[in-house]
């Protein structure tokens, strides 16, 4: 199934969904240990949204495409979101996460040329120290703060390879997988070794009442319908399309987080919102010429051969 150009709606909701999920994140694990936030997010998510797919009736995977979904879940859903949960404990607020994990596409494209011989053009290397900028400012205040590694910051950046590397992985052997089933699959493998965590760390509520409204929005709002709005996406418009929606996810996510935590954005990850952004343009400008150098396109920009087997990456 060829990638097709995603609608205004849908980039707006996975946008929205997808950052709504840093400040809800946030307020869970401020309320209660991480790890069972982390650990109730992928039980309740994997029985909703197995309880969707069996309604419908859909197609579950099986063999060896099961393993695929299931090497997915644990990239993109238990190293993501166990990192970003922890490092939220550690004093990470939502902005930054979303800064951070907003540099999805430029990751993407420096695994895309490690692992699958993608060439890195001068663009793509452009895009990859505007990142890395866009990081360093962002994390800026932190790192004085610490005077050397935060352990919030290595953390973050843990996150980030597990959705990068899950997002390549997804588009490549999981794309033909009906999103309902996949995240549910995915919620229930991550849910092991998030559960096993949640076992072997204190358990503490501080806040019950923002406990249980973060947990609900952490779900319903983001483990649910923001997840399964992404995996989606990807499935329908290719992984590159949705990665470039972390041009404004981080922006979002700083508006919602001032709403709703009262979190303001001091100048480093102010300047990290800017450059991340231009970095996440750059790339898309690399890929996009990129497309049109492909020999297996035709004169209208389209595969010549099924993307199944040649799929593009994001970035």
């Keep these: 199934m060829s990638p097709t150009r995603m609608p205004m709606t849908t980039a707006a909701a996975v946008t929205f969904f997808y950052a709504l999920g840093y400040p809800i994140g946030n307020l869970a694990v401020n309320a209660m240990s991480p790890m069972t936030v982390v650990a109730v997010r992928f039980v309740l998510a994997g029985l909703i949204l197995g309880s969707w797919a069996k309604v419908v009736g859909v197609r579950w995977p099986r063999g060896r495409a099961l393993g695929h979904v299931a090497v997915t879940g644990l990239l993109m859903q238990a190293t993501q979101f166990c990192a970003m949960y922890v490092a939220i404990e550690h004093g990470a607020p939502a902005v930054l996460c979303a800064v951070v994990v907003a540099m999805n596409p ?21 895009a990859l120290v505007l990142g890395v900028v866009a990081v360093l400012a962002a994390c800026a205040s932190r790192l004085v703060a610490q005077h050397g590694v ?48 949640s076992l072997a760390t204190p358990f503490v509520v501080h806040d019950v009442t923002h406990a249980v409204v973060g947990m609900v929005g ?79 396109r035709d004169g209208r920009g389209q595969d010549r051969v099924e993307p199944v087997h040649q799929t593009p990456v994001a970035g």
Aim: net charge positive; glycine share 8%.
């Design 150 to 197: 935060d352990p919030a910051v290595l953390l973050l950046l843990v996150a980030l390879g597990g959705l990068a590397a899950g997002g390549v992985y997804q588009q490549r052997f999981c794309a033909d997988v009906d999103f309902r089933a996949s995240t549910a699959v995915q919620n229930a493998v991550a849910a092991i070794p998030a559960v096993a965590l």
């Design 106 to 126: 430029v990751a993407t494209a420096m695994l895309a040329a490690a692992f699958l011989k993608d060439r890195l053009t001068p663009l793509r290397i452009l």
């Design 218 to 296: 952490v779900v319903l709002l983001n483990a649910t319908l923001g997840v399964s709005l992404y995996v989606r996406a990807i499935n329908l418009h290719g992984a590159a399309a949705v990665s470039m929606l972390f041009c404004v996810i981080p922006a979002v996510a700083g508006v919602l987080s001032w709403l709703m935590l009262g979190q303001r954005v001091d100048v480093g990850v102010g300047v990290g919102l800017v450059l991340g952004a231009l970095a996440c343009w750059v790339n898309s400008r690399a890929s996009g010429k990129k497309r049109e150098d492909d020999p297996h």
